[in-house]
Nanobody, 128 residues
Framework: QVQLVESGGGLVQGGESLRLSCAVSARTLTTFAMGWYRQGPGKTRDFVAA????????YYTDSVKGRFTITRDNANNTVYLQMNSLKPEDTAVYYC?????????????????????WGQGTQVTVSS
């Protein structure tokens, strides 16, 4: 069974940075395309960022472009989300997701229903 464990959330002030980590318990991380999602209070779980199996391709929702960066360390089975210039509207529970992908190493996924595994989430709170 594949497990995803997020960490790195916390309370920060607007303009500050956080780096989220997602540790994946799998034989090899390269089997999976990965994504980050977030869910604010009373809101749906929305796409934030995605990265291909190889790490060479990534995609972001418009509201975080230029501020967030998704990366992956396949050797250590970990995916990261570097979040800079945080804003109060970034406040949410952030979830890591994994998609078993057999379509080569370049594809990423933005639809949450495509993902096979989810972590338990980590809270990010940004004060104004």
């Amino acid at each position: 069974q594949v497990q995803l464990v997020e960490s790195g959330g916390g309370l920060v002030q607007g303009g500050e940075s956080l780096r989220l980590s997602c540790a994946v318990s799998a034989r090899t991380l390269t089997t999976f395309a990965m994504g980050w999602y977030r869910q604010g209070p009373g809101k749906t779980r929305d796409f934030v960022a995605a990265i291909s199996r190889s790490g060479g391709f990534s995609y972001y929702t418009d509201s975080v472009k230029g501020r967030f960066t998704i990366t992956r360390d396949n050797a250590n089975n970990t995916v990261y989300l570097q979040m800079n210039s945080l804003k109060p509207e970034d406040t949410a529970v952030y979830y890591c997701a994994a998609k078993i992908s057999s379509y080569g190493s370049t594809r990423y996924y933005t639809n949450k229903y495509d993902y096979d595994y989810w972590g338990q989430g980590t809270q990010v709170t940004v004060s104004s």
